[in-house]
């Protein structure tokens, strides 16, 4: 077998029996054990592939990867599973009630973090995380160690920062939220008779206009260039 990566940061969460899941016992999605007996499920919601199971003196009948789940057969009366990752080490859970056939189980497998609780100055705004959206706040969530993108919006309110979670390291984040408007401001170019006016390459002025105003320009960097007309011909551009 492959050495183990030294870290183990896998970690499994919220193991819960669905008691309205039939997919452990329906024709086309049940699985039958080494005994003819029908297996349990367990569907375990991930998004990390690479992963292999033991089931120990149990085994594990067959897997199945879906799209953000992995599908374990296990037989009743199975007492643990054990997960590796080639990166991310290996996680031994043991089940906290007993496993009975035909029934079907879920649970998260993460990796190691801890439960954040983020605030906002304005409430009631729209948390995003990674791309993926978390509710309003104020919110708990669960966030692996390290760096995370952070948006959460309310009207013209807004925030967009990294947070990094670390082991031992702060739970709780208040969003100092700002005001989008304050984003945007107005540039007035003043040339010399005669000369074009260009911003971010786009033609704003003519040269019998030699000022020009620019609303809602956005904060950051932006070029500005001129083009000085001589009887028919045209200067190379200056750019600024």
Not at 10 to 32: E, S
Not at 51 to 63: E, K, M, Q, R
Not at 193 to 209: H, L, N, Q, R
Request: aromatic share 10%.
């Amino acid at each position: 077998a492959g050495a183990l990566s030294a870290q183990n940061n896998l970690v499994i969460r919220n193991f819960q029996y669905q008691q309205y899941d039939q997919a452990a016992n329906l024709k086309g999605t049940m699985k039958k054990d080494n005994n003819g007996k029908t297996a349990a499920l367990l569907k375990i919601e991930t998004n990390l592939d690479d992963l292999a199971f033991d089931g120990g003196s149990y085994g594990i009948v067959t897997t199945q990867h879906k799209t953000g789940q992995w599908w374990v057969y296990v037989p009743e009366r199975a007492q643990k599973i054990t997960i590796r990752h080639p990166k991310y080490g290996a996680c031994e859970f043991y089940y906290p009630s007993e496993i009975k056939a035909a029934r079907t189980y879920t649970m998260q497998l993460t990796l190691e973090g801890m439960d954040v609780a983020l605030e906002a100055s304005v409430a009631g705004s729209t948390i995003v995380v990674d791309d993926e959206e978390v509710g309003k706040t104020p919110q708990t969530v669960y966030l692996t160690y390290g760096i995370h993108h952070v948006t959460a919006r309310n009207g013209n309110m807004y925030y967009d920062e990294n947070i990094n979670i670390t082991k031992g390291g702060n739970s709780r984040y208040l969003l100092q939220m700002k005001d989008e408007n304050d984003l945007y401001g107005t540039v007035n170019i003043t040339v010399a008779d005669g000369a074009d006016i260009y911003f971010d390459g786009k033609k704003v002025g003519e040269s019998d206009t030699p000022s020009f105003t620019i609303n809602n320009v956005s904060e950051g960097k932006h070029t500005v260039g001129i083009e000085v007309v001589y009887k028919n011909s045209v200067s190379k551009m200056a750019t600024y």
